[in-house]
């Protein structure tokens, strides 16, 4: 007894070493990432340059933009006159909704069309993609091209596109990777199951649920969900490594626009998988997008299956709330627990904390540039957030006429008032 109690007590003490070390070595990291963000120049993205890039460009390089997003020819040849890089944008798995046999099908057999897009496993549409990507790559004045897209259906995008894909293009890549496709099958439909039965009965577990010991024990009796998620990660990676081939084999740079991670698991995307070949990561942070159903946007994203589930407004509300929350991480970061509230918009911390959870999934070495909404009523404090977290640039979607007046409260500038503003003031 006495040696085992010795042995406990060594075990205890290696123990607690161990957790000081990593401990130690986690608090490095993190100070190590954040000189490697101090020491850069912070570089600031918007996508697109309006109908005048001539007129456009020289003014976002004033203000201290670095980097625009898209356009032709007449829009790259500005940008780059006026001393900044310029970048284009694919997306990936792009499908009509009468092109039925491209894709995706549902837990039922229902076929989806999920934001413009197909099945992620089509070869022809794989094919289709690859070819759009030969050619922008081989455009002039371009620094690089940001990927969009390259994912399976997000949450937003409603519980049945959500819940794909097992069309036949899936069913046999599953097959080629080793997937256990009949095991998926069966626990996504039974996730089917939970979510569309009685919420009140069910609402009891849902604290447990929220909790990581809770989730676990769940996903331990429903290992088919488990083996649905690394599939959609297995398949987008390949497809981002293809993409990768092709634009680094021209010549340029390559960014993603990624979910956050408190989405990407549920989309197939992984920033560990990513890291060794992309260039510049830019998690899609909108925390307040006004339009649904607002896909990659955390208002929406939150918010689309507790509404489509009916629990909007119903008793069992703020505890679905509470357990989306939990599950994704936000819980402390978004206090509000009413759908209507969160679809106006999460706080700036939300920003904060999705930007420190994707710098630290990231090596220090890797441009972390999160894209928010242009149109933020707390545009300093949400540029606060970004930079305070770990954040190398950010990115601004999507361009309006009013740009400068947006934007510049990010870069901590005052724009001088205009004639009559100064007349009244004076």
Not at 52 to 71: C, F, I, N, Q, S
Not at 223 to 250: K, Q, S
Not at 305 to 318: D, F, I, Q, R, T
Not at 389 to 396: E, H, P, R, V, Y
Request: net charge negative.
């Amino acid at each position: 007894m006495q040696d085992r109690t010795a042995k406990n007590t060594l075990g205890r003490r290696a123990f607690l070493k161990s957790a000081a070390l990593a401990g130690g070595l986690l608090a490095a990291g993190k100070g190590a990432a954040g000189e490697t963000a101090m020491d850069k120049k912070r570089r600031f993205w918007i996508y697109g340059c309006g109908e005048k890039p001539g007129e456009t460009a020289p003014a976002m390089r004033e203000l201290g933009y670095d980097v625009v997003v898209g356009g032709g020819a007449d829009t790259v040849e500005a940008v780059r006159a006026a001393g900044m890089e310029s970048w284009q944008c694919g997306g990936a798995f792009g499908a009509a909704e009468s092109d039925t046999e491209n894709l995706c099908l549902d837990i039922t057999g229902k076929p989806q069309v999920w934001f413009g897009s197909g099945s992620p496993n089509s070869p022809a549409l794989r094919e289709k993609n690859l070819e759009s990507y030969r050619k922008m790559a081989a455009m002039d004045g371009v620094t690089g091209v940001l990927v969009d897209g390259c994912r399976f259906a997000s949450p937003a995008s409603g519980l049945m596109p959500f819940l794909t894909d097992f069309s036949a293009h899936s069913e046999k890549r599953a097959a080629e990777l080793g997937f256990d496709f009949t095991l998926m099958k069966r626990d996504v439909a039974a996730l089917h199951a939970a979510l569309t039965g009685n919420a009140a009965a069910g609402a009891r577990q849902w604290p447990w649920l929220a909790s990581p010991t809770g989730a676990v024990e769940w996903l331990t009796g429903h290992p088919g969900l488990v083996e649905w998620l690394r599939f959609r990660r297995a398949c987008a990676t390949a497809h981002f490594r293809d993409i990768a081939e092709v634009l680094h084999g021209a010549g340029k740079q390559m960014g993603v626009y990624i979910f956050t991670p408190a989405f990407a698991p549920l989309v197939g995307q992984s920033y560990a998988d990513l890291a060794p070949f992309v260039d510049v990561f830019c998690p899609m942070i909108y925390r307040n997008y006004p339009d649904r159903p607002g896909i990659a946007c955390l208002n929406w994203e939150l918010t689309i299956l507790p509404e489509e589930l009916g629990l909007a407004g119903a008793p069992e509300e703020e505890a679905a709330m509470a357990l989306f929350l939990g599950l994704t991480g936000l819980e402390r970061a978004v206090t509000a627990r009413r759908v209507r509230h969160i679809q106006t918009a999460v706080p700036p911390e939300a920003v904060g904390h999705e930007t420190a959870m994707a710098r630290a999934l990231l090596p220090p070495d890797k441009e972390l540039a999160p894209i928010i909404y242009i149109d933020d009523p707390q545009m300093a404090e949400t540029a606060d957030q970004v930079f305070g977290n770990g954040a190398d640039g950010l990115a601004f979607f999507l361009f309006k006429e009013n740009w400068k007046a947006l934007t510049a409260p990010a870069f901590g500038a005052v724009l001088t008032p205009p004639p009559t503003a100064r007349a009244n003031t004076s």
